[in-house]
């Protein structure tokens, strides 16, 4: 339970809840903590660049991870081992799985491939050619 | 004992007054924070009820990676799942053997598979909600030009095929990626 300072209950006040609004607002955030995915990645066409992102260590290109363009179609994704968060506590990055899609309306896939706890590869294909070069993705991290 | 309001997240019906928000929250006697590091305002309060709501609306259910067994048939296994009662599984299991709170999964045919979640799960508080998968998708783990299909026959199954990109035809004892809401 959060303090509320010298003026408690004040943020409680016009809630008809209390405890159960706070015990409510716990459970959720606990719930939505359990699987929240870590990140969410936006890349150019061409796999070199990192478009957009948004992830638990930051928000916007600044925090993203490191693209390495490894051929047609192919590239990975690099984090630092860890991250520091708002009130200075050090977290893993740790990795596990990731889902992608083209960000374009083509016959197109992403493939995602955990190699490490911090690194990801992704395969950006035609069902029935080979990599492409020119489809931007979308790839979620957890 | 106190009973929390509302109903845990996977119900997808937050109201920010579950919170303890209100649209007209207000400090008390019009007194704002006085210090930042030991008290909590209304408006701070307002925000996060209102953020937390909008990401219980559409926070994943469960996500996870399975790896079929087909050379030898046996149900897939699960080697991580994370789901919203439960957290994160400790180790790995085998689709027929869940340990408790997390899905089970069976297999069908050459990497085909259906996974099973229970029609209600419970809080941290003991409530329980009701829980059927509404969408699902899928993503191979795997650098080959591999597919997954996600399909909800209804009830509380969702059923998962990986499959050959170029070849058209079914993986054997490929792994893949799977996100439930």
Known sequence: ?142 | MTTPLGSPAWVRAPGITDYGSATNKANAYGQGVVNARTDVGASAIMRMADHLAACVRTSPFCVGRVLCNDSTPAAPTISSCIIMPSGKTQASYEGNAPATGFPSFARNGDGDVTGTWASSYTDAYSVPGAYAPTFAVGGADSTANQNVSAYISGGQTVRFKLWDADAGTAIADGAFFFLVL
């Open chain 1, 1 to 142: 339970m959060f303090q509320t300072g010298g003026f408690n209950p004040c943020p409680m006040a016009l809630a008809k809840g209390g405890a159960a609004a706070h015990s409510r607002m716990a459970a959720d955030l606990s719930a939505l903590a359990n699987v929240a995915p870590f990140a969410w990645i936006s890349v150019h066409a061409n796999c070199d660049t990192v478009l957009d992102y948004a992830g638990m260590n930051g928000i916007g290109v600044g925090a993203a991870p490191t693209i390495a363009d490894l051929a047609t179609g192919r590239y990975t994704l690099t984090w630092d081992q860890s991250y520091t968060d708002d009130y200075g506590v050090v977290l893993p990055v740790n990795l596990f799985m990731g889902i992608g899609t083209v960000n374009v309306i083509q016959n197109m896939n992403v493939a995602v491939s955990v190699l490490a706890p911090n690194q990801i590869e992704v395969r950006v294909y035609s069902s029935h050619t080979a990599f492409a070069d020119d489809s931007p993705s979308f790839v979620v991290v957890w």
